[in-house]
Structure formats: structure tokens, C-alpha cells
């Protein structure tokens, strides 16, 4: 497994302001990941933060509005953009460890827009 | 994209009761995966699942992938009050390009204990 921490842990923005999301892994990961829970729902994938290089978006997801940097293999951030109440969500970072075919989660940024 | 469609959406039950979800896809999926979320936390991973026909324990928690990669269990026998929460299904499907793929959630199971 892998422990991993977000900062903030929440936080309340004003609509236009943009918000930067950081995801630290106590370990070395190839693999990280940064996903959106809508309240209610279930979780989506934005992208795949991969190393040394542009992060792969998912459909419906776009690097204007969610830029993600990947600079080492134990530190990521994602940044919403020009936010909306709409983008209000929890958002969470998850990373792969090499060999495992599995995804351990962070505990996730609480972000309220107003 | 592909889509996991679980249930039952929400559950009562007895302490004490036994409890069982599934997911299922239209296609198949190399992974299964099921996680549980505590309200104010990410998801914990419970279980993986990596073969068709697989059936694997943890604890009180029981999971198989089905044999034809497009569908799962999760069963929990002798419920306790904090077993309450959101449990979600996870798939990845067949790698394509090499590189690893994210997961696709199924809507999740909340499951409420009455002690």
C-alpha cells in the first residue's frame, strides 16, 4: 500500500478564482491519478498524472480547466480553474504502485465554490 | 465509456444480517476491485481481484470475480455498526497502448445498519 496526503483538506473559493490541489505519496509511484466525486456520486477519472510528461485526459476533461504537473515520482498537483459553483466536488488523487494492479486513494480535497 | 452498473443502490439490514452487492458491465474488465468510503474519507480498498473465477476473503468480506470478467460480488456475513458506509465497485478494463489505465466506478452501495 501507500499513504498519501492532500492539502488542503477543504477549502471555500469565489467563482474566477482558481485553486491548486497537491498530492503527496510516501513512496515512489509511476502511476498517479487524480479523480472528481460530485456530491452524491460516484467517482469519475480526470486524468492521469504521468512523469515527465502531459498528463492524459479523460473525455469531458480538458487541460485549460484542469491543469495537472507531475514533476517527481511522489508529488502531483491539480488546479481548478476558473472555478464554478459547479466545480464544487471532492477531489481525490489515488497512485498505482509498480507491480500492483491496484489504486490507493488520498483523502480527498473538499472544494465548496461560491 | 465503459459503465458498472451496481446494486442494489442502498441497503437496510439488522446487525447481524448478512449482506451482498454486485456489479456488473456489458464488457469485460481485467481488474476488480472494492472499496468502501467513510463520509469525510477517500476510498480504502477492501479487495482485488485480478482472475476470472477468483474468490477472495478478508475478514468478514467476501468477493469473487465472475468467470466471464464482466461481473462481481461483494458479501459481507455477520454485520457490524461499522460496517456502514458507501461501498463502491472498481474495474479497470483491458489495457490498451500499454500504461496503466484509471478506474471505473460503479455508483456505489450504501449500506445502513439498524442495531
Known amino acids: 500500500s501507500a499513504v498519501i496526503s492532500q492539502k488542503p483538506s477543504r477549502d471555500i473559493c469565489q467563482r474566477g478564482t482558481s485553486l491548486t490541489i497537491q498530492c503527496q505519496v510516501d513512496s515512489q509511484v509511476t502511476m498517479m491519478f487524480w479523480y472528481r466525486q460530485q456530491p452524491g456520486q460516484s467517482l469519475t477519472l480526470i486524468a492521469t498524472?504521468?512523469?515527465?510528461?502531459?498528463?492524459?485526459?479523460e473525455s469531458g476533461f480538458v487541460i485549460d480547466k484542469f491543469p495537472i504537473s507531475r514533476p517527481n515520482l511522489t508529488f502531483s498537483t491539480l488546479t481548478v480553474s476558473n472555478m464554478s459553483p459547479e466545480d464544487s466536488s471532492i477531489y481525490l488523487c489515488?497512485?498505482?504502485?509498480?507491480?500492483?494492479?491496484?489504486?490507493?486513494f488520498g483523502p480527498g480535497t473538499r472544494l465548496l465554490v461560491l | 465509456g465503459q459503465q458498472l452498473n451496481q446494486s442494489p443502490q442502498s441497503m437496510f439490514i439488522q446487525e447481524g444480517e448478512d449482506v451482498s452487492m454486485n456489479c456488473t458491465s456489458s464488457s469485460i474488465f481485467n481488474t476488480w476491485l472494492w472499496y468502501k468510503q467513510d463520509p469525510g474519507e477517500g476510498p480504502v480498498l477492501l479487495i482485488a481481484l485480478y482472475k476470472a473465477g477468483e474468490l477472495t476473503s478478508n475478514g468478514r468480506l467476501t468477493a469473487q470475480f465472475g468467470i466471464t470478467r464482466k461481473d462481481s460480488f461483494l458479501n459481507i456475513s455477520a454485520s457490524i455498526p461499522s460496517d456502514v458506509g458507501i461501498y463502491f465497485c472498481?474495474?479497470?478494463?483491458?489495457?490498451?497502448?500499454?500504461?496503466?489505465?484509471?478506474?471505473?466506478f460503479g455508483k456505489g452501495t450504501h449500506l445502513i445498519i439498524q442495531p
Open positions: 472498481a474495474g479497470t478494463p483491458p489495457l490498451s497502448g500499454g500504461g496503466a489505465d484509471g478506474l471505473t
Open positions: 498524472a504521468n512523469q515527465g510528461s502531459e498528463a492524459t485526459y
Open positions: 489515488s497512485v498505482e504502485p509498480s507491480g500492483a494492479s491496484t489504486q490507493y
